[in-house]
């Protein structure tokens, strides 16, 4: 019986936590550059149950002299056992803003083990140290005229250096040259992840690598194709309809897992109360 209280209450934590990850998706689903997590549930090990019997069956297994009869699996749980962030591509929306831009994913290689295709994206300085990653391309010039995020991280250039710029009248290629007066200046930095499911997420839609290392320059990586484009920002690749959808499963599988943890509750009311009572 405390089984499976222990079966049910796992089961309704982890779509609790499953209903707090899409939550956050939804929240997110008008943030640029942002990339929707998604949840993988596992099950806990399986535990085989037996009984004992004085009998002797022929497909019964002895143990320590008895027999024991299989009853059969009784499932123990599931967990939450990680998040992963989906990086297709979302969609482009307009803003006719010079320090918008949008990176555009190309030909990108993927991992000859896993199968997984890589990802680009901007270069920030880390407040801390190293380097920080986004697809957000929603930038602003500060005070003193250096290209920064939302969260006043500066954006690189190539060669890992600052960008500064006298104003917003440039204007950036599709292979991220930014020209002032026709003349280049800098070049937007982009790295590339040949296995981002490795990169660990962070508040702002920002990204960085497990150990703190730099990811290689995306320029530099053989077989990398992809473009920037001025004037645009990439939206959050949040599906809401699915998401929408999604949340009622999660709250519905809560839900049946707090109706049996009430009979289970009733059952041991019994067991109690009116099962071990001596008339």
Known sequence: MFRGFHTVASGMIAQQRRTELLTNNMANANTPGYKADQSVIRSFPEMFLSKLGPSNIPTETPIKGKYATGVG????????????????QGQLQETELNTDIAL?????????????????????????????????????????GFLT???GLFVLDANGQRIQLQNDDFR????GQIYV??????????????????????????????????????YNSANVRFSMQQGFIER??????????????????????????????????????????VN
Do not use: C, W
Request: cysteine-free; charged content about 20%.
């Open 73 to 88: 699996a009784l499932g123990t749980g599931v967990y939450m056992q990680e998040t992963i962030a989906l990086l297709e």
């Open 104 to 144: 555009i994913d190309g030909e990108l290689p993927k991992d000859a083990q896993t199968g997984q295709t890589g990802a680009v994206f901007y270069r920030l300085q880390h407040p801390v140290e190293g380097e920080a990653y986004t697809r957000n391309g929603s930038f602003t010039l500060d005070p003193g």
């Open 149 to 151: 995020n939302a969260q």
């Open 172 to 175: 950036v290629a599709s292979d």
């Open 181 to 218: 007066n026709d003349q280049a200046v800098a070049q937007i930095g982009v790295s590339f992840a040949a296995k981002p499911e490795a990169l660990m997420k962070q508040d702002n839609g920002l990204f960085r690598t497990a150990d703190g290392a730099n990811l290689p320059s995306a």
């Open 236 to 277: 959050s690749n949040v599906d809401s309809a699915r998401t929408m959808t999604d949340l009622l499963t999660a709250y519905r599988a809560f839900e049946a897992n707090q109706k049996i943890l009430q009979a289970y509750d009733q059952s041991m009311q019994k067991a109690v109360n009116e099962v071990g009572r």
